[in-house]
T-cell receptor
Framework: AQSVTQLDSHVSVSEGTPVLLRCNYS??????LFWYVQHPNKGLQLLLK??????LVKGINGFEAEFKKSETSFHLTKPSAHMSDAAEYFC?????????????FGAGTRLAVHP | NAGVMQNPRHLVRRRGQEARLRCSPM?????VYWYRQLPEEGLKFMVY????????ESGMPKERFSAEFPKEGPSILRIQQVVRGDSAAYFC??????????????????????FGAGSRLTVL
């Protein structure tokens, strides 16, 4: 079975400082991993995905994530936070269920960005 | 391409009434997924449908909830006799096809799901 744990429910940073949102996963085989972002009262937008190609994945808006199998982690980073990055971020693993894309979501990390 | 369209965006119901949520997948997508997001929680899988078929409903409550994806028209998530605990955001996602598994030891390919903006149900 697959699962994902987001280690921080809230992260607060100052504008212009680095962002680190932590995610650990559990999977019985090589997983597919995603980060989605949800702005208030909006739908979900895909930031980036890992699918067993390069372990460092670059996404939109300057975000990137590194797949570390030895640590079973897929942390999301950004060198410099913008005010517009304030949102809820979900780490997601693709579940193995009858061969289709059953996504399993973490509980989310709410990112606050202060001036 | 209008993306995944969900309506209504907001729905208010009194306890005991019925709620119907609609989802039109992206053009060319024939697979629909419904997820529920309770307040302050992540999204939880409910059901996966293809045209006229329910493939996996393991996340659906056994009573009062049903889903369909007819040959023509949108997918419908129906909640009968709503209770306050049904208050949540319901998200629909679609994908164009089922990812192929080229190696049984590997996970399925990462066919990306496109999500709608969600339907927020409030039960009074």
């Amino acid at each position: 079975a697959q699962s994902v744990t987001q280690l921080d429910s809230h992260v607060s940073v100052s504008e212009g400082t680095p962002v680190l949102l932590r995610c650990n996963y559990s999977s019985s085989y090589s997983p597919s991993l995603f980060w989605y972002v949800q702005h208030p009262n909006k739908g979900l937008q895909l930031l980036l995905k890992y699918t067993s190609a390069a372990t460092l994945v670059k996404g939109i808006n300057g975000f990137e994530a590194e797949f570390k199998k030895s640590e079973t982690s897929f942390h999301l980073t950004k060198p410099s936070a913008h005010m517009s990055d304030a949102a809820e971020y979900f780490c997601v693993v693709s579940g193995h269920a009858r061969g289709y894309n059953k996504l399993i979501f973490g509980a989310g990390t709410r990112l606050a960005v202060h001036p | 391409n209008a993306g995944v369209m969900q309506n209504p965006r907001h729905l208010v119901r009194r306890r005991g009434q019925e709620a119907r949520l609609r989802c039109s997948p992206m053009k060319g997508h024939s697979h629909v997924y419904w997820y529920r997001q309770l307040p302050e929680e992540g999204l939880k899988f409910m059901v996966y449908l293809q045209k006229e078929n329910i493939i996996d409903e393991s996340g659906m409550p056994k009573e009062r909830f049903s889903a369909e994806f007819p040959k023509e028209g949108p997918s419908i998530l129906r909640i009968q006799q709503v209770v306050r605990g049904d208050s949540a955001a319901y998200f629909c996602a679609s994908s164009p096809n089922v990812p192929k598994r080229t190696n049984p030891g590997l996970g399925p390919g990462a066919n990306v799901l496109t999500f709608g903006a969600g339907s927020r149900l409030t039960v009074l």
